[in-house]
């Protein structure tokens, strides 16, 4: 009987052992959570700020590698300049474009087309390509985590041609002054003021005519 009784104990302890190893298979184990970084927590190069503060606000978001920011910008291609230079508008998330920019590309540097490596020149006009700029750098990259040394260094905005001026509008004060008057007076003023003369004279013959006749 003894022997019943510890054979049952021992039943019951396996059994609510397998219940508790059952129920904390069923309780999933917490996974580990990553804080999403936005183009706010970006520490900008100062230079890039002052030169660029419209660009700045194209940020689209950012990409964390090995724990650095990379800010990514969408960069419309136009052209590709005698000098190598590279000419981007930087759009917005609206596509709409913010600013125009010039890239000095690195040595074999390239645009990525779905993960394709393509050179600029190959690149088609307003064709829209992903740039990066490193936290705390003056520059564009083509792919975050790339090594710096193959930044683009920001050389120059393209100038823009400036208003024709229009043409000042001449008033009194600023009119040059005519060395001679212009010849603008008519005689005729004359010939009336003779004609009067006359007609006062023969009035006049008339009167000492008839005061002779009296």
Not at 68 to 93: H, K, M, Y
Not at 124 to 138: A, F, H, M, S, T
Not at 171 to 183: C, G, H, K, N, Y
């Amino acid at each position: 009987m003894k022997a019943f009784h510890c054979m049952t104990l021992t039943a019951l302890i396996l059994g609510t052992s397998v219940l508790s190893v059952a129920d904390a298979q069923q309780q999933p184990f917490p996974r580990e959570r990553t804080q999403a970084r936005s183009c706010a927590d970006v520490d900008w190069n100062q230079d890039m700020i002052t030169n660029h503060p419209r660009l700045i606000e194209a940020c689209q978001e950012v990409v964390v590698v090995r724990e650095q920011n990379w800010a990514r910008f969408q960069a419309a291609f136009t052209r590709v300049e005698a000098d190598g230079n590279v000419l981007f508008s930087i759009r917005d998330s609206r596509n709409r474009p913010i600013e125009n920019v010039v890239l000095e590309p690195a040595t074999g540097q390239v645009a990525y087309i779905d993960n394709r490596a393509v050179p600029f020149a190959q690149l088609r006009r307003d064709q829209v390509v992903n740039l990066y700029v490193p936290e705390g750098q003056y520059g564009f990259v083509s792919q975050p985590g790339a090594p710096l040394e193959e930044i683009a260094i920001v050389r120059r905005a393209p100038s823009t041609p400036a208003a024709t001026s229009p043409a000042p509008v001449r008033t009194a004060a600023t009119q040059p002054r005519a060395d001679v008057l212009p010849a603008t007076a008519s005689p005729l003023p004359w010939f009336a003021f003779a004609g009067l003369l006359s007609l006062f004279g023969a009035l006049t013959v008339r009167l000492i005519r008839r005061s002779q006749a009296c």
